[in-house]
């Protein structure tokens, strides 16, 4: 999901033939519903909306279950840590 206008998004998605849908975050109500907008930045900031990087894993259900996000954009959250933690509530919860 990135806040990019649409136009943008669909020339990406068609030139890099993914396979699944790109979201657009209008007026960052995601990333604020996510707790995870980059505080750095304020209003008419160029980069005001930029989530910190991360993952959340969404259930079935459409439940938030888990929530990786880190500040800074040269680190990720540890894909061994988020395949475990997922792993985990799969196996117990979805």
């Known amino acids: 999901m990135t806040y990019d206008e649409r ?28 707790g995870v907008k980059n505080a750095e930045y304020e209003p008419g900031h160029q980069g005001y909306g930029i989530p910190y990087p991360g993952i959340i894993y969404i259930q079935r259900n459409g439940q938030v279950a888990l ?20 792993s985990a509530r799969v196996s117990g919860a979805d």
């Open 7 to 34: 136009l943008l998004l669909a020339q990406f998605h068609e030139s890099e033939n993914l396979g699944y849908p790109l979201l657009q975050d209008e007026n960052t109500r995601h990333v604020d519903a996510y």
């Open 67 to 86: 929530k990786f996000a880190v500040p800074g954009y040269r680190q990720r959250p540890p894909l061994v840590e988020v395949y475990e933690a997922v």
